[in-house]
């Protein structure tokens, strides 16, 4: 025993303990690093050789594993300049359309004279059967205008008027064939270039705050203000503008160019597009077209010290989901707990207390406009970088390249979300009487990854919440839910249903040149000026999304190249789309005449690609 007491006595020495201690010291430290290590990977992480995640909310999964194709791929491919034969030949029509101030004047008139004729359109417009007159007073005029202005086009060209006012202009190609023979490969298939008539109201309130009066079309030199400046008679005119230079020049297209007007795109295009949609598919077929390239999209930006060029691939979704109530009303003095506006209330506060998940995923091209921003960017945050680049092969990338785009702004934030905005709220008649009926309009885009159900079904949960906690009936998509109680019942139902558009393939002959003209006149004839800005720096060409829809959603059976892009130097924001003060930097103006003038010579030197 003493001999044991002693051993026990021995174990318990100072410097033992301090081996102890030491030891123990460094197993604590290495476990705490550990635990530090993964905290800070749930941000930052490498994938583990298997490791598979489902997005939020989408249905997609994806595997991370090491052998992935993926990893080899290339991210943010540029491709070479694109330019026609004439650009080397005699390039001094397109030098002309950039550089010579007799030109820019002569065009800036034309534009100003197209924004001075007022063609506002409202939601609660009649249909063009309805009422002919009210829709010929306010479109006949500027149909006149254009007449007036491309004599070259008007007399020469093919003009088809569509519902009455839709636009379609057709220059035949040499190339394009008996379209009775429509869809086959061997011909050369049309190209449709769009744009709309149409602008949105002036609020009368709000005349005291603009530069200069929207209807003047004023151009002082550097800018050209007014409504429809920047969406987009300016495209509209800036296309007759390319044709009758074209026509002029003496090209003679193999491959059909056809340009569509539209003059309701700010209604939805019902009246319009819609119909040339239908005529165009009667005329050619399904799959006819080589590429459809309407308005959209960001002809130039400037983000993370990066210059962009960004044509619209893909489109978001947008439903309005209208939620109304029935109550029994009455008098104000004896009140329930609720009135219908309370409830429809706590309805809009839980919705916008729910917002859509983010989702972040090669399906969409704003997850490839990133990756292009991270590739080239000299000034993004290296971890941010990382994340952006294996975001398709790290859930711990993915989740947070989201949380970085969440939150830098509400532009990206909605690139990779659905959209929710509470737009319109009507009910009730006076004071002291208790509403019987009350309606909230809930406007949603719809992210890539989602669709309309998923969006209504989204809404549907919360209402469907509030209704069984206040006693309600609910009606949806009018199917019986809950039945109607004394208290009333919610009815629901969902209008303007768009899913997200398909996809335009970013890879192919189609884009390469797309791509490669947009990088030529850019860096090769725009920016050439050593005083400019952006002098002597690469742009790089991304595929991107516009958070709003365009008229190309009537054209999707036509062809699957379909890009929204207008050249310019502005983004709509900042030439105040919709807005007081709308305006373009000419200079814009003149580049989607040169890039069109070169565009639709060099396609005209190509065969169909799939």
């Not at 030098?95 to 030109?103: H, K, Y």
Request: proline fraction near 5%; charged fraction near 20%.
């Amino acid at each position: 025993m003493n001999n044991l007491l002693r051993k026990s006595e021995s174990l318990q020495t100072p410097t033992t303990w301090r081996r102890v201690s030491k030891a123990g010291g460094i197993g604590l430290f290495v476990i705490g690093t550990f635990i530090a290590w993964l905290i800070y990977y749930d941000i930052y992480a490498l994938p583990g050789p298997f490791d598979t995640f489902r997005y939020p909310h989408s249905g997609l999964a994806f595997s991370c594993s090491s052998s992935s194709s993926s990893l080899t791929a290339p991210v943010c491919q540029q491709y070479e300049y694109a330019f026609p034969k004439s650009y080397r030949e005699n390039n001094s029509t397109v030098l002309n359309i950039l550089f010579d101030p007799v030109f820019r004047d002569q065009s800036a008139k034309k534009l100003s004279g197209a924004v001075q004729i007022a063609t506002d359109v409202y939601d609660d417009d009649p249909t063009v059967d309805a009422d002919p007159q009210y829709w010929k007073v306010k479109f006949g005029p500027f149909y006149n205008y254009l007449r007036k202005t491309f004599p070259i086009v008007f007399e020469n060209l093919q003009v088809e008027i569509i519902n009455s006012h839709g636009i379609v202009i057709t220059w035949e190609g040499s190339g394009s064939g008996d379209h009775d023979t429509r869809g086959s490969n061997e011909l050369l298939k049309p190209i449709l270039l769009m744009a709309h008539q149409d602008v949105v109201p002036i609020q009368q309130s709000t005349l005291n705050q603009w530069t200069h009066p929207p209807y003047d079309g004023v151009y002082d030199g550097d800018r050209l203000w007014g409504r429809g400046s920047s969406d987009c008679k300016n495209l509209l005119i800036g296309l007759l503008e390319t044709v009758e230079e074209l026509y002029k020049f003496g090209f003679q297209p193999k491959r059909s160019i056809i340009l569509a007007f539209g003059f309701d795109e700010e209604l939805g295009g019902e009246r319009g597009a819609r119909y040339i949609a239908k005529h165009l598919t009667a005329k050619y077929g399904n799959d006819s077209f080589y590429a459809v390239v309407d308005e959209g999209g960001q002809s130039i930006a400037y983000e993370n010290d990066v210059l962009l060029a960004l044509p619209g691939t893909g489109e978001k979704g947008m439903t309005d989901v209208i939620v109304g109530l029935h109550t029994p009303g009455g008098h104000s003095s004896v009140p329930p707990d609720h009135t219908a506006i309370g409830l429809v209330s706590k309805v809009i506060d839980a919705l916008e207390e729910d917002p859509f998940d983010p989702i972040f995923t090669p399906k969409n091209p704003t997850f490839h406009e990133y990756q292009c921003i991270a590739q080239y960017s000299p000034s993004l945050n290296k971890h941010i970088k990382w994340d952006l680049l294996h975001a398709d092969k790290s859930k711990n990338s993915n989740k947070a390249a989201r949380n970085w785009l969440y939150r830098k702004s509400l532009l990206s934030r909605y690139l990779i979300t659905s959209t929710q905005a509470i737009d319109v709220i009507s009910g009730g008649v006076k004071s002291n009487a208790l509403p019987e009926y009350v309606e909230a309009v809930v406007n949603h885009r719809i992210a890539i990854e989602s669709s309309v159900d998923a969006t209504y079904n989204h809404d549907l949960a919360h209402i469907r919440r509030i209704a069984k906690k206040y006693n309600l009936g609910l009606e949806s998509e009018n199917k019986t839910i809950y039945a109607a109680t004394s208290n009333g019942k919610f009815t629901v139902r969902k209008t303007s249903e768009l899913e997200p558009a398909p996809t335009t393939p970013t890879t192919g002959r189609v884009w390469e040149l797309f791509s490669g003209n947009i990088r030529h006149v850019y860096e090769q004839l725009a920016f050439t000026d050593p005083n400019s800005e952006y002098h002597g720096k690469r742009v790089i060409v991304a595929p991107g999304i516009a958070t709003g829809n365009t008229d190309t959603k009537y054209y999707w059976n036509l062809t699957k190249n379909i890009f929204r892009y207008r050249p310019g130097l502005m983004t709509s924001v900042e030439s105040h789309a919709h807005g007081v003060d709308e305006h373009i930097l000419f200079d814009s103006h003149l580049q989607i005449i040169a890039f069109y003038f070169e565009y639709l010579q060099l396609i005209n030197e190509t065969e169909n690609f799939d």
